[in-house]
């Protein structure tokens, strides 16, 4: 899942987002984390933004501290940039960028990639240091109303460098690939 809301004006704003994966095979949880965010709009489409994320799996869970920027870039790219420090104090950061396609009036093909950055390894959590993965998907999504639209996509992960290495000595892929069902709706 990937889930995000907020509330409140154009100027100040509070961000809820949840993110995670659940493995059908195995039927558990791989990953699940929570971010909530006060947002500040700082120019023209364009917010920073201030708060805390809370990793519920892998275990264990631990919490950090987050900040960031997102908006819509030029040419209309929505990008997200977060770094985070944890209560460990392990610094990382996350790049999230996408795209519209626009097929039709109803019909919109979105690329989307991402990206996560370690500065320090943290073993205990299967984090090398560097570039930890690449994620390249793809969604066709069909508005029935602008407001809600149901989409289907395929999403590629790899594991970059001493994260890989990890977890290929722990037994894990290093290289996935999923399809994706869900809806995008706002009111």
Do not use: C
């Not at 990937?2 to 195995?26: P, R």
């Not at 805390?52 to 908006?71: L, M, N, S, W, Y």
């Not at 149901?150 to 990890?166: F, Q």
């Not at 000595?169 to 999923?178: L, N, P, Q, Y």
């Amino acid at each position: 899942w990937d889930v995000q809301a907020w509330v409140g004006a154009d100027y100040n704003k509070l961000w809820f987002k949840s993110e995670g994966t659940w493995l059908i095979d195995e039927e558990k949880f791989e990953e699940a984390q929570t971010e909530l965010f006060y947002s500040r709009n700082i120019a023209s489409f364009w917010d920073a933004q201030i708060g805390i994320r809370h990793d519920f799996k892998p275990d264990p869970d631990r919490t950090f501290a987050a900040f960031g920027v997102q908006g819509l870039a030029p040419l209309w790219f929505e990008v997200e940039a977060t770094a985070y420090a944890s209560e460990d104090g392990d610094v990382s950061a996350a790049l999230e960028a996408e795209y519209d396609l626009l097929l039709s009036q109803r019909l919109i093909l979105q690329p989307r990639f991402e990206t996560s950055i370690a500065l320090q390894e943290v073993e205990e959590y299967g984090v090398g240091q560097g570039f930890n993965n690449i994620e390249l998907g793809l969604r066709l999504r069909y508005e029935i109303r602008r407001e809600f639209a149901p989409y289907i996509g395929v999403s590629w992960n790899r594991k970059l460098g001493e994260t890989a290495d990890l977890a290929e000595a722990d037994g894990e892929e290093t290289d996935v690939t999923s399809f994706v069902v869900g809806v995008r709706m706002w009111f």
